[in-house]
């Protein structure tokens, strides 16, 4: 095993609907004189792709439902909001105590369906993109046309988790390599053959972005140098667990 | 934001009970001629400090109950490996398919209450440090005064996530760090006030340390340097969700 390097992407420049964001990125990567290297994985935070996508919904075009209505004010919320939440669920998973956790149309169980204020103007909301793995597809094809090596994107966004304090950032796009790293079957350190161990490499990867990329700062890419993997074309559902093996529904 | 590097720690011995863990790594970094610098994390397994503090079970030692070994039949399991883990729990959150999700008596809600055959010797399984906070600590202290820097240490494990396919490190321990890092109050790029966004950082920097780490290899310490964090005391308690906030219990 070699060492890891995470590098921080700081300059680029607030993205709004129908930017490039790989024209942006690639210039971005000249100004920080950060040359990509082979292999090297993008991870991008969902925020800069939804905006550069479009996936902007501003409030005061939608109407609230009766029960988003009535939610919003039990909890003191913006039923504009929770009706934005709702709109993007498929299943509600829990809606208790002011928290709202849904399965979103793409398959994440999520709380508010991914949709958020933080870091865009007043009066709008981010959706989560329409579909991640081809978000990071073309992000990777336009990033390896413009460099020529083979390299992997990420696309990711910081979750909550059951039992656990404090979100952690997970790989909700992925092109370029395998997300889980699976070790069944190999031997371990006494030579037993290991049972049950099936990696989330891709969510690894997000979290350690995170790191670098911080909340408010302007750091919405990392590039993630030196971690080894076998390239495969990749996808973030792959770490979504089937309803079928889901206790947790 | 500047750079992060994650190193790997690959040349200790195997560990055994009653090891000193703190002097096998210092002898371990001078083999590998990595000083440590002021401020790295170091992440290490869980399984060499409970390894190192002889939390072994010999399973020819372990009379299992009758719900054990009805549960073992049942799904083909070592009957004496689910009385173990059933010994280890405070409360069984799940118990269905195969599946054994427990809280633990520290509290971490995980599969198998961390009880783990893999690398260690055939007969034997392994249990969750006592107190990892407090293994944390230890280390620390010894790595502290080895070095006369300042050091934070976090005792990592992998779990699985409901919802989510495969397992990411977090974090059971935690000596000289925050583990959790609060935005609330703070402004986002377009000066608006974050609401809600708590980071569990220490859960990034252990996932993090996966990734130089692996399965299969003996590789059971990472260094992190490069990562800003403000020194504190720190607990991996911090990190568990307490029961009136928990919707998955």
């Avoid at 949709?115 to 081809?134: F, H, I, K, R």
């Avoid at 073309?138 to 020529?148: C, D, I, Q, S, V």
């Avoid at 972005?209 to 302007?218: C, D, F, P, Q, S």
Wanted: aromatic share 4%; with cysteine; proline share 6%.
């Amino acid at each position: 095993m070699s060492e890891i390097r995470i590098l921080p992407l700081a300059s680029l420049p607030e993205v709004g609907p129908g930017d490039d964001l790989g024209a942006l990125i690639v210039s971005a990567l000249a100004s920080a004189e950060l040359r990509p290297e082979t292999g090297d994985i993008f991870v991008v935070t969902q925020k800069i792709v939804s905006k550069a996508e479009g996936r902007l919904v501003r409030l005061e075009t939608v109407e609230p439902s009766a029960p988003a209505r009535e939610w919003a004010q039990t909890y003191g919320k913006d039923a504009r909001v929770i009706e934005v939440i709702l709109r993007e669920a498929k299943r509600i998973v829990r809606m208790e105590r002011g928290v709202l956790i849904v399965e979103t149309k793409h398959g994440f169980v999520c709380a508010n369906a991914g949709v958020d204020a933080s870091n865009v103007p007043e009066g709008m909301v981010t959706l989560l993109p329409e579909d991640p793995d081809q978000s990071a597809r073309r992000l990777r094809e336009e990033l390896e046309k413009a460099f020529g090596i083979p390299l992997a994107v990420i696309l990711s966004d910081t979750f909550g988790r059951p039992w656990r304090e404090g979100v952690a950032n997970v790989a909700l796009g992925v092109a370029g390599l395998a997300p889980l790293l699976d070790y069944r079957g190999q031997p371990d350190t006494h030579g037993h053959t290991l049972q049950m161990t099936v990696v989330a490499a891709a969510d690894e990867l997000a979290a350690a972005a995170e790191l670098v990329m911080g909340k408010t700062n302007r750091v919405p890419v990392a590039l993630i140098r030196g971690y080894q993997y076998n390239p495969a074309a990749g996808s973030g559902r792959d770490l979504l667990r089937r309803a079928e093996n889901d206790l947790f529904r």
